[in-house]
């Protein structure tokens, strides 16, 4: 029996038992000129399977390799999971892959790391929906940010870099929300800066709700926002292309401006099943601006490397709140 994992996020929640179930981690090394993305995960439903995604930012489509069910294992005691000869923990990641098309061999480790803080009454970036039963989607923050050094070789190109911007999260449930955006970066020119935020349509329990959650690391602080603090937002436009959200808590007022770049299509769940395709920009653009609640400015810069999907998210706008 797997230990109740509420404290933990990062850990595998799952149990390879579960119907209609999903759950995958990512990874995403942001270097000067490429990014580079790894999203290993599990299906379970009419045709159960482990799968690792891989998506870089110099070519033009992703890459979905397939293993049996049975090569995926994880860790009761820590967050490592393997995924046939493949490891990924919040220390280092290690990958052999060979697909049609694709041969990648990676080797990473991560120096810096910043842990998403998990207490009592909010253990993790759910904040107390963590406790909540039959969630559609659970997302947790693995690393806000951190440095990332290694080698990869991916079709014959070799790479080796130092001091990359590194970010770790994930998901776990049966599907993803039907209409969400999210908007992720830590390619800022201010040091130790990353931003997160995920609006999302969220069944519950028979209703629905549009719900946010979200995160400011600045060098020394983070600062926590979501549907469970009681912080309002708006999204005062939404395009195919283009977000601009703005978040208000007790003490701030952050602005957010996301723009894609080139979009990859991504396996996504539904029911537990990988059969929807999402578009996902691992180098847009993201505008941050963030203010004091009395109007005092804090932080404003442009990231490039973003990670953005919009998914429906003008659908969003219908839920919107008066600020």
């Not at 983070?222 to 601009?244: D, N």
């Not at 691992?282 to 505008?287: F, K, R, V």
């Amino acid at each position: 029996m797997r230990k109740w994992n509420v404290f933990h996020p990062e850990r595998f929640q799952g149990s390879k038992k579960k119907n209609n179930y999903f759950e995958g981690w990512y990874f995403k090394i942001a270097m000067h000129d490429e990014v580079l993305c790894l999203i290993p995960g599990i299906s379970l439903s009419s045709d159960p399977h482990a799968f690792i995604q891989v998506v870089s930012s110099t070519r033009n489509k992703p890459w979905y390799v397939r293993f049996p069910l049975s090569t995926f294992s994880a860790d009761k005691d820590s967050f490592l999971i393997h995924i046939g000869e493949n490891s990924f923990s919040r220390e280092e990641v290690h990958v052999r892959l060979k697909d049609v098309d694709l041969d990648l061999q990676a080797d990473f480790s991560f120096t810096e790391l910043k842990k998403y803080p998990v207490t009592l009454t909010s253990p993790g970036i759910m904040g107390w929906y963590a406790y909540v039963p039959k969630m559609e989607c659970l997302h947790a923050v693995v690393a806000t940010t951190c440095s990332a050094s290694g080698t990869f070789m991916l079709n014959s190109r070799s790479v080796e870099f130092e001091h990359a911007n590194g970010y770790m999260e994930k998901d776990w449930g049966s599907s993803f929300p039907k209409a969400y955006l999210w908007m992720q970066a830590n390619s800022f020119s201010r040091e130790g800066v990353s931003v997160m935020l995920s609006i999302a349509h969220i069944p519950f329990h028979g209703l629905a709700f549009i719900g946010f959650l979200g995160f400011v690391q600045l060098k020394d602080s983070l600062i926590r926002f979501g549907t469970y603090s009681r912080a309002r937002f708006v999204i005062q436009h939404a395009t195919e292309t283009h977000i601009e959200a703005v978040i208000i808590t007790k003490k701030h007022r952050l602005t957010l401006r996301g723009a894609l770049g080139g979009a990859s299509g991504l396996a996504a769940p539904k029911e537990g099943s990988m059969e929807r395709t999402i578009y996902e920009s691992i180098d847009g653009t993201l505008y941050l601006r963030l203010e004091t609640a009395q109007g005092d400015l804090l932080v404003e810069d442009t990231s490039i490397h973003a990670g953005l999907e919009f998914s429906e998210a003008a659908k969003l706008m219908d839920g919107k709140q008066k600020l």
